[in-house]
DNA sequence: GAATTTCTGGACTGAGTATTATGGAAGTTC
DNA sequence: GAACTTCCATAATACTCAGTCCAGAAATTC
């Protein structure tokens, strides 16, 4: 039951694709109307209302695109069959491949697209840093999960483990965006995992490090 | 021998601290010429152009004033009478006391300043991409000078030590933005620097961690 | 006090902002 | 084909943007 009248002429998901790129590159508050519309086809000021609502409803649906697919690679964190350690290095490893593809922007939308607002916009930085916040309760549910399990010492090292690797994948958007490559950022990974496997209770497998 | 004519009326260096604060909090971009004749004082336009040129140049101006102040949390790094290890710790530590101080606004105008920037203020967002790269050689200088001094072992792990920190670095801007305290960044950073510890070749003092 | 210098208030540019209104064309369903 | 629905192009909304200009006032130096 196709709906009646009139079609639209251009195709929605390419114009949203679009938008996101131009969100991605430049953030939420520089990117003008004119740009968006002109990167989705030239399409009209109605067309576009008509088909988005308004420029923060287009960023909303944007932010939820790019959470459905780029973000995924957050998802090891809430993978449970994964080992917690397995889930933290393949979030960081994802999330430094895809912030660093050279098939779109480099950096994170989530970390870096509402960076700079003016305040009438604040709802907009809210969105992302609501977000930013589940990733940082993602990361600390993972090291209590492994101390929980035994596989983690339960120290005060160990209780600042989720600060350093949240503070740590969030600073790769501004590598990235600065050109970091992947290599650079995945070689640094695997350093900064040694900081659990110092930790580790479970002594399987690779040592810890030495002098 | 004091400039003949009227002198002008408001506090140039006030207005500079003023302009710094709202720059500092919602970027280059967002803030308008409005807002920030409004914060330093109800000046008039020609008063500002007057004073500072333009808002670009007014901008310029309060990087390299952040630069003298606040930043020189990161002297640390270019003080060759600290070991490389101190001076790692304490630009970390002295940065993540600074950004979360309760003075002024939170995080890292380096970092977050122009990160949302439309294509005609590149040169704006080339500034402050430049002062980054400037922090990145300031690490690894420390980094190869451990090692040259025989400090640090020279391994494959400890040529990812500046990416490590750089990121951990650049990352405590988004923590502090997003209200993290300066204890919980600190903590995480006498974490970190055990990475470092494990590397070291002069074992005085603490060893290195282990379950 | 006179001459000079510089600042200030306010009106004003021209361009760009997001968004809305109007009128007619195009395509759909029955 | 008729009725209907939706889209699109154009124009215009009210507003903010960074920046300019001018006339007069204020403070300086001589």
């Known amino acids: 039951m196709a709906r009646t009248g009139r079609p639209r002429e251009f195709d929605r998901d390419k114009a949203l694709d679009a938008a996101m790129a131009l969100f991605w590159a430049q953030g939420y508050e520089p990117t003008s109307l004119s740009q968006l519309k002109a990167c989705m086809g030239n399409i009209s000021p109605a067309s576009f209302y008509a088909a988005f609502g308004s420029k923060e409803a287009l960023f909303r649906e944007i932010v939820q695109r790019y959470l459905e697919t780029y973000g995924q690679v957050m998802a090891p964190l809430w993978d449970e069959t994964l080992s917690p350690r397995e889930a933290i290095e393949q979030t960081l490893r994802g999330s430094a491949r895809m912030q660093t593809g050279h098939a779109h922007p480099t950096g994170c939308l989530i970390v870096l697209g509402a960076s700079n607002c003016s305040p009438e916009n604040h709802s907009v930085q809210y969105l992302l840093a609501a977000e930013r916040a ?70 399987s497998g690779s040592g810890h490090g030495g002098g």
Chains 1, 2 share one sequence.
């Open 134 to 203: 589940r990733t940082r309760s993602g990361i600390s549910a993972c090291v209590n999960r492994a101390i929980a399990q035994g596989a983690l010492a339960d120290t005060p090292l160990t209780e600042t483990l989720p600060a350093v690797f949240t503070a740590f994948l969030h600073g790769m958007a501004c590598e990235a965006r600065d050109g970091g490559s992947a290599e650079k950022l995945e070689a640094a990974i695997e350093s900064l995992m040694r900081l659990w496997d110092s930790q580790s209770m479970v002594l």
